[in-house]
């Protein structure tokens, strides 16, 4: 009698748990967007290097571009605008997760477009480093590859 009292206090409890962590693994802790722990707002110095090309962009390893852009953010939206340099006018979005950004965004480039599909890009309120992954086509010919990227905020 007494061992079933005890049965019966252990799966109490653990019926108690089980929910609980099935919402940790289901929402708390893990995917989805986080509140932004960094504030991008600011004009900003941004360097990439491309570290990977297929096809007609294999000999583009290696090139370097500079450019600037101003970043608006509101939440964990944020919108960053080309300033200077190359593609003056063109529009990123995404959204900041924690420390995280993530944008996409497509530009003029070498007679075609560049479709920025994701990035991987670490951040605090005045540097981010990280990749950003990309596709290009002139409507005949397309590639795809990755960049390396670093930014400065202009204080």
């Not at 852009?69 to 939440?75: R, S």
């Not at 924690?98 to 994701?118: F, K, L, P, R």
């Not at 290009?136 to 960049?147: R, Y």
Request: proline share 1%.
């Amino acid at each position: 009698m007494k061992e079933m009292r005890v049965k019966g206090r252990v799966l109490r409890a653990l019926g108690a748990l089980i929910p609980m962590v099935f919402v940790f693994v289901s929402g708390y802790g893990g995917g989805g967007t986080q509140p932004a722990t960094v504030d991008l707002t600011g004009s900003w110095n941004i360097v990439e290097t491309i570290i990977q090309a297929t096809g007609v962009c294999a000999g583009n390893i290696g090139r370097v571009s500079n450019w600037s852009c101003d970043a608006v953010q509101t939440g964990n939206d944020v919108d960053v605008t080309v300033t200077a340099g190359d593609n003056v006018g063109s529009v990123f979005s995404g959204t900041v997760s924690g420390n995280e950004i993530d944008w996409q965004g497509e530009y003029a480039s070498d007679g075609g477009t560049v479709t920025v599909t994701g990035t991987d890009i670490t951040a605090t309120d005045t540097t981010f480093e990280g990749t950003s992954d990309w596709e290009w086509t002139d409507g005949d010919d397309s590639c795809s590859g990755k960049t390396q990227v670093a930014g400065t905020k202009v204080l």
